[in-house]
């Protein structure tokens, strides 16, 4: 392994690194550990001003941030004075009938904190997508011109990428629809979307092939709530290469490539529903290499009560659910077991930690998704540790101050800390006289794993090389080495994590996964750094190509993760 070419990420590393130090005051207490109610975790405020709400938001491998809104929201918080130098965008009134005088879609630069303005050529509003195995976001559908598009964002560093406008179109209009990779060649579902009971794929399989139907669709659409409640279905791709599908209250196992469903799940108990505009959210639970990635579960949490969206047009606002459904969908054997959240949630997100935790965050306690049709922001994350015993597995952490409801998005940075944005119930940018202003405010909640006195057990300097397999990232069922270093000696658990980082919008994070990866053998070198030989994943349906951020976890303190790529080429 001389020769091993070292695909280096030391400057990035040390970057985050110094944002690390940098964290002001992130005092935790030793005696906090461990103990649930404390309010663990603390908040950044990162900027006052985003320019556009981060109704979607997608962080790309090149450690940027890509947030946007619809661009028929009128002026936004982002004005682009400069277009036709000045001369068409001035102060005047006709701006704001003129999209193209404000952002309505920006990228972010996590170590520089600072955002620049992009170009929507036409509305994403309420639109999905998955990342390729080169990196590029592919995005599709959104609303009125826009609800046919499929779009690329090629992420580069030296500011010159902006979104793409393919010359080619969905075979149906996906406003509200779901995106979900798949494993091989490079092709996405989109499923669903407002009035369309049917999905396609992306590109297509063959010349002339169209959308199909899903009578599932049709089955789980509720008439009594605008949207149904099965928009923005949930969908997880199994390690058996099938589809998971849950709209409103029902899930199924869908074959992709025969257009059939291998299995119908019973329904989660309880009433109400979990798709838009309920807006539960949904995840699937870490993968494990223990188990040869051959268990899969899901977990459904929080939604409206049933009648939540009439009863907000009456303004009413019924109470959230509280419960969550946890199903695993491999062997023969399903069943939803059940367990509470410390409180009422919809429009939260879930997300899965770097740990292989689940954080809760976002949302509103009562009311539904929709324009202004929720009260009671949900101010307090909620910590679940999966693997913990029942009815211990939730803890509620430190709150904060800002509503994030309607229209908010959040997700996992490299660095371990969780990026939050948006909300913004009203149809226009509004600052005033409404219930919950328009929120342009960035912040970065700092979960407890963060705090210095872990220093000490944190996997830092980590580094991935790829061997005499290639410079461009791992194959299947490979084995490539990770280095870093540890001021004490390790613990039994050494995890590493590798995330699939997701496209999030409306409660749903569309890609997310993680997989613990097996680690074939642990030395220390002799100039004292750790040398891990680690497998890649066996398979595209347990991972599809494309890159994802590795973590090394020590003892539950994660490592600053680092970009790694499987590929199947
Ligand atoms: C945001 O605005 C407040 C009030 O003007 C100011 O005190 C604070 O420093 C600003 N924060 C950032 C990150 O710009
Ligand atoms: C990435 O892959 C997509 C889909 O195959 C392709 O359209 C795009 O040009 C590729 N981007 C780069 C940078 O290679
Ligand atoms: C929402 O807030 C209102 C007013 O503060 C309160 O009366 C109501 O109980 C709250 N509802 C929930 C579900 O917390
Ligand atoms: C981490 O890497 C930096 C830069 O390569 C080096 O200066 C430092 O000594 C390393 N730290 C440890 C503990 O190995």
């Given amino acids: 392994m001389a020769d091993q070419k070292r695909h280096s990420l030391s400057f ?23 103990s649930p109610g404390r309010g663990q975790g603390q908040w950044q405020l990162l900027l006052n001003n985003t320019g556009v709400v981060a109704m979607h938001m997608a962080l790309t491998h090149q450690n940027t941030v890509l947030m946007f809104d619809q661009t028929g929201s009128g002026p936004t918080g982002y004005r682009l004075r400069h277009r036709n130098n000045g001369r068409r965008c001035t102060r005047s009134k006709n701006d704001f009938q003129d999209s193209s005088c404000y952002a309505h879609s920006v990228e972010y630069d996590i170590f520089q904190n600072k955002i620049s303005p992009l170009t929507h050529y036409t509305d994403p509003w309420g639109s999905s997508g998955s990342f390729l195995s080169n990196g590029t976001l592919l995005q599709t559908g959104g609303f009125g011109h826009g ?44 499923l669903g979307g407002t009035s369309v009971f049917t999905y396609e794929f992306v590109p297509k399989r063959s010349d002339g092939e169209g959308s199909f139907d899903l009578p599932f669709l049709h089955q789980t659409y509720d008439p ?7 928009l923005y279905p949930f ?9 998971f599908i849950f709209a409103n209250r029902d899930s199924i196992l869908f074959n992709h490539r025969r257009n059939r469903v291998v299995k119908t799940f019973p329904q989660i108990p309880g009433a109400g529903s979990r798709n838009y505009p309920s807006s539960g959210s949904s995840v699937i639970l870490p993968l494990d290499h223990r188990d040869g990635f051959q268990k899969v579960e899901v977990m459904v949490c929080g939604g409206a009560a049933s009648g939540a969206y009439k009863a907000a047009g009456e303004g009413r ?29 919809l429009l939260n997100d879930m997300l899965i930690l770097p740990t292989g935790d689940i954080l809760i965050i976002n949302g509103a306690q009562s009311g539904c998704g929709g ?32 509503a994030r409801m309607y229209h908010s998005s959040a997700i996992v940075l490299p660095d371990g800390r969780i990026l939050v944005a948006g909300s913004n119930p009203n149809n226009r940018y509004a600052s005033r006289n409404v219930a919950y202003p328009t929120e342009l405010r960035l912040q970065a909640f700092v979960p407890q794993y963060m705090g210095r006195e872990y220093h000490n057990y944190r996997p830092i300097n980590v580094t991935i090389h790829y061997g005499d397999h290639g410079e461009d990232g791992v194959k299947y069922g490979r084995e490539f080495r990770v280095w870093f270093s540890l001021g004490t000696k390790p613990s039994n658990g050494v995890e590493f994590n590798v995330y699939a980082p997701p496209v999030t919008t409306h409660s749903i994070s569309m890609n997310q996964r993680m997989l613990k990866l097996k680690c074939r053998s642990m030395v220390r070198a002799k100039d004292g750094r750790m040398d891990a030989v680690v497998e890649a994943p066996p398979s595209p349906n347990v991972a599809p190509p494309g890159y994802f951020m590795l973590t090394v976890v020590n003892g539950g303190i994660p490592s600053i993760s680092q970009w790694v790529r499987f590929t199947d080429t």
């Fill in 147 to 190: 609800s046919r598009s499929i779009r690329y964002f090629r992420p580069c560093r030296d500011s010159k990428c902006d979104w793409k406008e393919s010359r080619r179109r969905l075979s149906n209009e996906r406003w509200y629809a779901s995106n979900q990779r798949l494993p091989g060649h490079d092709r996405v579902i989109v």
């Fill in 371 to 402: 324009s202004n049709n929720a009260r009671n922001a949900s101010l307090q994350p909620y910590l679940y540790k999966p693997n913990s015993r029942l009815g211990r597995r939730f803890s509620v952490l430190k709150s904060t101050k800002i």
């Fill in 317 to 345: 606002y019924l109470k959230g659910l509280s419960s969550c459904g946890r199903m695993v969908i491999t062997g023969n054997k399903h069943k939803w077991n059940m367990e509470n959240m410390p409180g009422p949630r």
């Fill in 224 to 230: 009594d709530s605008t949207g149904g409640n099965n």
């Fill in 12 to 34: 990035k590393s040390l970057l985050i690194a110094a944002f690390l130090l940098w964290i002001p005051d992130v005092g935790f207490s030793a005696a906090a550990v461990g």
């Fill in 235 to 243: 969908l997880h791709l199994s390690s058996d290469g099938n589809l």
